[in-house]
């Protein structure tokens, strides 16, 4: 006879899913009982921290990944990191233990009630199979709904009395089979008609999206700018979990401010404004003005049904991102426009005492090897980050698109674990990382070879901008006294340093980045301010 357990190993087999990120409890025993060797199970010591480590891995695999929960508490503490993940559009399948299916209408201690309402509205599809035998097929369907685009997390709970019941064998062989690829072109008569307008329009403009990057669009998007010669932006920083265009490339300009005036502003005087893989727009502050200045006309091309649709202007061509990259860059002519202006490479930070936030970043970019892969949640230096790093490889940069912390340890942790040829090294602020710090540990237990930088600068210094901006003066709690995270790390068992200036962060990076024996954590203290540059 198969079992449930059984026939759901088989599954996750199938899919490449063998590693799984979990906290559990009494209620997802029965699933890890004989836990079969050819699996890893990586162990996160709260729920939102599980999450984001699966986020990061299944984002730089490309693959579906299994997190495990427990039950309704268990759930409601991985809510903020379901609904970072259906941000991220990471492909996420989530499983919960669930009270025996003879105590769920008693409502028994730890019956998860709704079971399936809890992680609504963020996931793609929940739900609770109505009987035992339906598992493995109810499995397989979330997988299917996690990796179909946009893809996301989706939710099964599981009572703890099915793993042990006899699958129906017909229905499972036929379940555990099935493949689904949500790969489409697009409108092969919108590209041409597209094409022929970008040809043809004056003065042109590609911003690149987070998609570009995941859909493996990298190069077909160079290839598209530098045949057409396009000035090219990244969409905001606040809302771009991943990069898709190198940075360094001198057509590239920067990111687009975050906020709705601004955007309008920057985009003025482009007759065609070509957006990929991105939402339109990932909108925040609320800066009022117009959507688009008069002359301008915005074509977006996305994967997500929902983005095509909830755009407030321009029109939408729905496919995949770098399917269309591709197509759209055989059918455009070679243009004779001016080649853009490159924007100039940031000029050396002033001197500050403790460094800036720019001065850490700087320091950051020399330390940088080649091939690293960035994690970032650290709000008042992103945009140092983004202007001095320059990431110009693909799958280099994470970045949580919702703005909810606590993403960023705990993803550090899971793409060093999907990457480990290459260094990861993730950079927070000493707020941010509170969130997520129980990732620490899991850090040091598997010995995974991240580097920490952590950016002291003893306050939320993002929410004090805001304040500014929305006129808001005598907010309480927005200062963070004595938060001393190199001392935390080492009682997670993590070595630890603190530095205080550019030159000793450099060494400091240069050393720890080159380890492989295990995490890493420096804490540089850096100046109050928001860094731009
Ligand atoms: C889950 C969650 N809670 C609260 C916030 C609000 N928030 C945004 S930025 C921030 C402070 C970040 O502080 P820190 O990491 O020290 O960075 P700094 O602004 O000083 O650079 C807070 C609390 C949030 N984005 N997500």
Same mark, same amino acid.
């Given at each position: 006879m198969t079992t449930v357990r059984q026939a759901t190993f088989d599954l996750f087999r199938a899919h490449g899913m063998t590693t799984i990120f979990g906290n559990p409890g009494s209620t997802e025993l029965p699933m890890l009982a004989e836990f079969p060797e050819d699996f890893t199970y990586v162990l996160g010591l709260q729920e939102l921290v599980v999450m984001g480590m699966a986020d990061g891995y299944a984002q730089a695999t490309g693959r579906p990944t299994h997190v495990n929960l427990h039950t309704a508490p268990g759930v409601g503490n991985a809510v903020g990191g379901i609904f970072n993940a259906q941000a991220n559009k990471s492909p996420l399948l989530i499983t919960a233990g669930q009270q025996v299916r003879p105590q769920i209408t008693m409502e028994a201690n730890l019956t998860n009630r709704d079971a399936a309402v809890g992680p609504q509205p963020y996931v793609k599809w929940s739900h609770e199979p109505?009987?035992?035998?339906?598992v493995p097929a109810a499995l397989a369907r979330a997988i299917h709904h996690a990796t179909l685009p946009p893809r996301g997390p989706a939710f099964v709970s599981i009572p703890m009395d099915d793993w042990t019941q006899e699958v129906d064998a017909d229905r499972t062989a036929n379940a555990l089979a099935r493949r689904v690829t949500g790969r489409t072109a697009p409108d092969p008569r919108a590209l041409t008609a597209l094409a022929a307008r970008l040809s043809s329009a004056r003065n042109p403009v590609l911003v690149i999206g987070p998609d570009v990057d995941a859909s493996g669009g990298w190069d077909a998007a160079v290839a598209l700018a530098e045949k057409q010669r396009l000035p090219v932006w990244a969409t905001p920083a606040t809302g771009g979990?991943?990069?898709?265009?190198?940075?360094?490339?001198?057509?590239f300009l920067g990111a687009l401010p975050p906020a709705i005036g601004p955007i309008g502003e920057t985009l003025k005087g482009h007759d065609l404004i070509l957006v990929v893989g991105s939402t339109v727009f990932p909108y925040y502050p609320y800066v009022p003005g117009p959507l688009l200045a008069e002359g301008s006309e915005l074509v977006a091309i996305t994967s997500d049904l929902g983005e095509a649709a909830r755009a407030p202007m321009g029109e939408a061509i729905v496919g995949d991102v770098a399917l269309a990259l591709e197509r759209l860059g055989e059918l455009v002519s070679e243009s004779d426009r001016p080649v853009p202006e490159p924007r100039p490479a940031p000029a050396a930070p002033a001197d500050a005492d403790p460094m800036s936030g720019s001065q850490a970043m700087a320091a950051l970019a020399q330390a940088w090897p080649q091939d690293a892969i960035a994690v970032l949640e650290a709000p008042s230096s992103t945009l140092a980050f983004r202007n001095r790093l320059r990431i110009s490889r693909p799958g280099s940069y994470f970045f949580c698109a919702s703005g909810g912390l606590g993403y960023g340890i705990a993803a550090g942790v899971g793409v060093q674990l999907a990457s480990p040829d290459r260094p990861v090294v993730c950079v927070l602020g000493e707020g941010s990382a509170q969130y997520g710090i129980t990732a620490l540990w899991t850090a040091v237990a598997y010995r995974i070879p991240v580097t920490f930088l952590i950016l002291r600068n003893e306050e939320y210094m993002i929410l004090k901008w805001f304040a500014t901006l929305e006129q808001v003066? /005598?907010?309480? /709690?927005?200062d963070l006294p004595g938060l001393d995270v190199a001392a935390i790390a080492r009682a997670y068992g993590m070595p630890a340093r603190e530095v205080s200036d550019p030159q000793e962060l450099v060494a400091a990076l240069h050393e720890d980045i080159s380890a492989q024996d295990g995490p890493r954590l420096i804490q540089a203290r850096i100046a109050s301010g928001m860094w731009l540059d």
């Open positions: 109505p009987r035992a035998q339906d979990s991943r990069i898709g265009f190198p940075e360094s490339h001198p057509q003066t /005598g907010a309480p /709690g927005l």
